[in-house]
């Protein structure tokens, strides 16, 4: 009934008011919660999705170092190999050798795809497989430090190295680098994981911040469908230099996308690449939301009707259960959910029609998860169908490029199917293999028998495997040396019953016959080298064991080759050896064996000789050979022959022994001339082996403590006193007592080591000498300086280090020279003596008179003191010229303000002689012989001089 003043507004109960409040406010909630939801589940999910990145990415690493320790273990396996082929002889070529035989196997089987040698000098002496410009600064690293260098290569390849020092003869050390590409680390880590993956390589000259379009995409795994999904990204977003994760949707596929620059690898030069397909945990939230959704709206809804209305009788709710069964046969399983959940009943208590609605619904989400398990099922069927039938396109791929024989047999022989290169190297078409069984092929007699033997025990299963080398004709007539490798293939139900792998290796055959002309002979004059005539010697010494008869080894050596090579250049010194091998073998025609050992070294092994002169014969003939002159490239050059002769069995039974002794004689006729002959004699071998172990003990006297420092006063006669003495070196060998300095010292400056022994003599000297200026004795210490240490680079700073480690004072140094080094180069002498001036040092000049004495040179030389040589103090008294010489010396020094030091002085008449004309300064036996540091020093303190000569 209505009412006056009602509002006009439309009425609405507040059933449905509070009805279509609370469903609003409901879904504000649920719609609210949904977003949150949402959100924290897309941000678990991304967080997800890195941590299986980042554990994937460990993954990687860890197959990228399996496969550095697989090439480590492999490094370490082919010094074993050299050494076992070499037989301890580690030579660089030993080194090829192996390396050019082991390569081709191992780069078969995918061990590796790159080998390198370098020798002991650093440089690269062999590479196979894929060449890159590997830095030589890993090189140096690895001989420098000796241990083995790990390193990432990618530039236009990308291969993982390792550089591992080997030892080689003479104490050398050379690296080999082994190296494998990327690919295996690839296709494991998508077998293990699942997951795409590729590598992109920035190609060379490119800018250095390059988008990734411009990258080259050197591996990637689902190629096609991923580079379209890479390009998609590139152009939709930035990519940064160091790589990241981005997100990328393609066809309603959302996919990750992470870039990460490899271990090793220069910043923006190579990216791994990462792809996941991440869709379906996508639509699954999605779906978990809406379903949340609907499950909550469908509640809100019946709560709604909850309050609006009672529910119906159970019966019309079972007819619409009933009617709602059905459905599940077409799938409709959210229909059938919305209209279980449209259901509403009044009654208080559950009872089997709840249940009956509860098992529906646990029926329909078991189906819908049954369905969806069996369309993923079917999806995974098909992409492993189609991984599969990638690896057989890949198998069938390798075969067919695999420079290898590889064919399958039946049980009968018959070929079942032999590979592009099979058929190429024998000359066979497809349809000709298929008529062929394998002992049809054009095999070699030779061994053939034992072959269909073998065979035949593979077809019967008496073995399993079988390897056989043999020759086969291929169509062309060309004769092939194969090695073959057939086994047993145990697949059933399958025609092809033996695989048989043949290896051509016609052509490392004919190498190796190479390698062993080349081992045993000269490639200059291609005569037998060292390695043939030592073979050849110890042959002709074992077959002439026991007879009379005598055989000789002449050494023979071109005299001044190393003038013709300095001034007319190796081309030249090339040809002279050539013509001179020539002109030996002319003489000696079939008679003898003719070798080169090195250099300008020939040898020649005369076998059967009767006689010594025989023997002497030949070489004079030689000798007669070489008289006449070599004309080449215009030249006229003569060079003769030194030949050295050690005879069989009279002075050696041996072929070392034999060759070092001709070798020593060859050095006698040097020494004697040249241009001759000289024969093997004891006493000339004994003073070469003397000379040489003389050189070794001299090399260890300084560790050994057997080198000392003597002191020879210099006595002032005008007062008495010791003003100086000069520092002489003494060897006390501890097996044959004290050797003269005269025989000593040329071979210190022979061999290079005067310049340690005469900066060791400096420094004792400079100690003696602050020992007693600290005691309150001013003796100016005297020491020689070789002529070799004058000229070398080191002697300023060597002076001065002793002077400042000595603490002496340099004013108590005085430095010996002689004249004949100094004028030698003046322009570096010269300079060095002002700088030891300039120091406070005093130079003498030593042995004065005796060389060229140049008198424009003496007065610009900063001297302090002219040292008369004692060859013309022991002339006084004996030999007017002698002492006039003295007389002039001495005037001389006065007149350029030179102080002057007689050495040498044993009588009285000396002494006397000298202070006569102003030669105060004296040194010699007269005073005193040369003394040991202890004895010295009591000569010092007690300054026991007497001069009896006034």
Request: aromatic share 8%; charged share 25%.
């Amino acid at each position: 009934m209505p009412y006056s003043n009602v509002d006009p507004r439309t009425f609405l109960s507040l059933r449905w008011k509070v009805f279509i409040y609370l469903v609003f406010a409901l879904a504000m909630v649920h719609l609210i919660y949904g977003y949150y939801s949402y959100h924290s589940l897309k941000q678990d999910s991304a967080e997800e999705r890195l941590e299986l990145a980042e554990r994937d990415f460990s993954v990687l690493e860890g197959l990228v170092a399996t496969s550095y320790d697989r090439l480590l273990e492999l490094s370490e396996i082919i010094p074993l190999v050299v050494d076992h082929n070499a037989k301890g002889a580690a030579t660089p070529s030993a080194y090829i050798d192996a390396l050019e035989t082991l390569f081709p196997s191992l780069a078969i089987n995918g061990s590796m795809d790159a080998i390198y040698f370098y020798d002991g000098a650093g440089e690269l002496t062999t590479e196979q497989g894929i060449v890159v410009d590997f830095p030589s600064s890993v090189i140096t690293t690895v001989i420098e430090e000796e241990e083995p260098v790990k390193f990432f290569h990618c530039f236009g390849q990308c291969l993982r190295f390792v550089a591992m020092p080997v030892t080689l003869v003479g104490n050398k050390t050379g690296v080999v680098v082994v190296g494998r590409e990327m690919r295996d680390i690839i296709l494991e880590f998508n077998h293990q994981t699942g997951r795409d993956i590729g590598l992109a390589l920035q190609p060379s000259g490119s800018a250095a911040a390059a988008r990734l379009w411009t990258l080259e995409l050197k591996y990637l795994t689902k190629k096609a469908e991923n580079t379209a999904l890479l390009n998609r990204l590139v152009s939709e977003q930035s990519i940064s230099l160091g790589g990241g994760a981005y997100e990328v949707n393609v066809e309603g596929r959302r996919y990750q996308v992470i870039l990460k620059p490899p271990e090793g690898a220069a910043s923006g030069r190579a990216f791994w690449i990462l792809i996941e397909d991440h869709t379906r945990s996508y639509i699954d939230a999605r779906d978990d939301l809406i379903q949340r959704l609907l499950v909550s709206g469908a509640g809100l809804f019946l709560a709604a009707l909850f309050l609006l209305t009672v529910l119906r009788s159970p019966l019309s709710a079972l007819a619409r259960i009933s009617a709602l069964l059905p459905l599940l046969a077409k799938s409709a399983y959210e229909e059938i959910r919305l209209g279980i959940h449209s259901i509403k009943r009044s009654n208080l208590f559950e009872d089997e029609l709840d249940l009956l609605k509860h098992s529906t619904l646990d029926l329909t989400e078991q189906l819908e998860r049954l369905e969806q398990s069996l369309l993923e099922r079917a999806l995974h069927l098909s992409e492993r169908s189609d991984q599969l039938e990638a690896e057989r396109d890949f198998v069938t791929s390798l075969l067919d490029t695999a420079e290898t024989i590889i064919m399958t047999l039946d049980h009968n022989g018959n070929i079942v199917t032999l590979n592009r290169f099979g058929l190429e190297a024998l000359g066979l078409s497809a349809d000709e293999v298929k008529l062929l069984s394998f002992f049809d092929l054009s095999h070699d007699k030779v061994g053939l028998d034992e072959h269909q033997r073998l065979m035949q025990r593979l077809f019967n299963k008496q073995e399993t495997k079988v390897q056989v080398e043999t020759a086969i004709r291929s169509k062309n007539g060309q004769m092939l040396q194969v090695s073959w490798l057939h086994s047993v293939l145990n697949i059933p139900d399958s025609e092809a019953q033996v695989l048989s792998i043949g290896l051509d290796f016609t052509e490392r055959q004919q190498a190796e016959k190479q390698l062993v002309w080349i081992a045993n002979h000269d490639p200059l004059t291609a005569l037998p080298n060292r390695l043939m005539f030592n073979d050849e010697v110890a042959r002709a010494l074992k077959q002439h064991s026991g007879n009379k008869d005598i055989i000789a080894v002449l050494f023979c050596d071109l005299d001044s080759f190393k003038d013709v090579n300095d001034s007319l250049g190796h081309p030249v010194g090339d040809e002279l050896l050539q013509q001179a091998a020539e002109r030996i073998q002319s003489v000696i025609c079939h008679d003898g064996l003719l070798a080169r050992l090195g250099g300008d070294e020939f040898t020649v092994l005369l076998e059967s000789r009767s006689s010594i002169q025989e023997i002497e014969d030949v070489a004079t003939q030689l000798l007669k050979a070489f008289r006449e002159s070599f004309f080449i490239d215009g030249y006229e050059i003569f060079s003769t022959l030194s030949i050295g002769i050690a005879m069989y069995p009279e002075n050696a039974t041996d072929v070392t022994t034999l060759v070092q002794y001709a070798d020593v004689a060859m050095f006698d006729a040097k020494e004697r001339g040249k241009n001759q002959l000289r024969f093997y004699h004891d006493e000339r071998g004994s003073e070469r082996y003397e000379r040489f172990s003389l050189v070794n003990d001299l090399r260890r006297a300084l560790e050994h403590d057997e080198l000392k420092v003597y002191f020879q006063p210099q006595i002032d006669t005008r007062s008495g006193s010791v003003m100086g003495a000069e520092a002489l070196l003494r060897w006390q060998h501890k097996e044959l007592g004290m050797i003269s300095p005269a025989k000593f010292i040329p071979l210190a400056e022979e061999q290079g080591l005067i310049i340690p022994i005469g900066e060791w003599v400096l420094r004792e000297a400079c100690k003696q000498g602050k020992i007693l200026h600290d005691q309150g004795f001013y003796v100016r210490m005297g020491v020689n300086v070789a002529g070799q240490q004058i000229m070398h680079e080191s002697l300023l700073s060597s002076v001065q280090r002793v002077i400042s480690e000595t603490g002496i004072d340099p004013k108590l140094v005085d430095l010996e020279v002689t004249e004949s080094f100094l004028l030698r180069q003046p322009e570096i002498t010269i300079p060095k003596l002002h700088t030891f001036r300039q120091m406070g040092m005093s130079l003498s000049m030593d042995d004065f008179g005796t060389g060229y004495s140049s008198l424009s040179y003496l007065k610009k030389l900063p001297l302090n003191t002219l040292k008369i040589d004692q060859s013309f103090v022991c002339d006084i008294g004996n030999d007017p010229e002698g002492e006039a010489i003295v007389k002039a010396i001495i005037v001389l020094a006065k007149s350029l303000g030179l102080g002057v030091l007689a050495e040498g002085v044993e009588t009285t008449e000396q002494l006397a002689y000298l202070r006569a004309h102003g030669c105060h300064l004296i040194q010699g036996y007269y005073f005193s012989r040369p003394l040991p540091v202890e004895a010295f020093v009591d000569f010092v303190a007690n300054q026991a001089v007497d001069i009896s000569a006034d």
